[in-house]
């Protein structure tokens, strides 16, 4: 009879893909998960990966925006018409991502993206993929505000925050 696969052994699969990958691991408490880690690449570039209580067949995989003060107040100045436009058009480059996002309401505080693998398709190759597709909504997000503001994309560590 096979061995039924629990929620230890997914964790430590994923941990062990990251790792492979060049992935740093760092142990992370969650209220809603069975089990959470932030993993940072090489870049320093983070994601959160976890096991949500009451759904043992999928793995989460997210990464976020914390909008700045600097950046919360020049989007503030903006006219009413230029911060509608601003996230129709977020929404719908994100929409182009294939994730699920939230927090793209004025005032933009933080802005959120995440995926999800299930079990029945969690391959090293599939996770990583999907990992990818995590860190460039991210950066769909980063380089639209530095667009709209005609500025550099902030560095690297910036944006992908837990």
């Given at each position: 009879?096979?061995?039924k696969?629990?929620?230890?052994?997914?964790?430590e699969?994923?941990?062990?893909?990251?790792?492979?990958?060049?992935?740093?691991?760092r142990?992370?408490?969650?209220?809603?998960?069975i089990?959470?880690?932030?993993?940072?690449?090489?870049?320093?570039?983070?994601?959160?990966?976890?096991?949500n209580?009451?759904?043992?067949?999928?793995?989460?995989?997210?990464?976020?925006?914390?909008i700045?003060?600097?950046?919360?107040?020049?989007l503030?100045?903006?006219?009413?018409?230029?911060?509608?436009?601003?996230?129709?058009?977020l929404?719908?480059?994100?929409?182009?991502?294939?994730?699920?996002?939230?927090?793209?309401?004025?005032?933009?505080?933080?802005?959120?993206?995440?995926?999800?693998v299930?079990?029945?398709?969690?391959?090293?190759?599939?996770?990583?993929?999907?990992?990818?597709?995590v860190?460039?909504?991210?950066?769909?997000?980063?380089?639209?505000?530095?667009?709209?503001?005609?500025?550099?994309?902030p560095?690297?560590?910036?944006?992908?925050?837990?």
């Amino acid at each position: 009879m096979a061995e039924k696969i629990t929620p230890d052994h997914i964790k430590e699969r994923i941990r062990e893909i990251l790792m492979e990958d060049e992935w740093s691991i760092r142990q992370e408490s969650a209220p809603r998960a069975i089990w959470a880690f932030v993993a940072e690449d090489r870049a320093g570039r983070k994601i959160v990966v976890g096991q949500n209580k009451g759904r043992e067949d999928q793995v989460i995989i997210q990464g976020a925006v914390t909008i700045d003060e600097v950046t919360s107040n020049r989007l503030g100045q903006l006219s009413e018409e230029e911060h509608n436009n601003f996230l129709w058009d977020l929404r719908f480059e994100l929409l182009r991502t294939d994730l699920d996002f939230n927090g793209i309401e004025m005032p933009l505080k933080r802005i959120e993206v995440k995926t999800r693998v299930f079990l029945d398709a969690l391959a090293k190759d599939t996770f990583l993929i999907r990992t990818s597709q995590v860190r460039k909504g991210v950066l769909v997000i980063l380089w639209m505000i530095a667009k709209k503001f005609a500025q550099q994309p902030p560095p690297k560590q910036l944006g992908f925050q837990r």
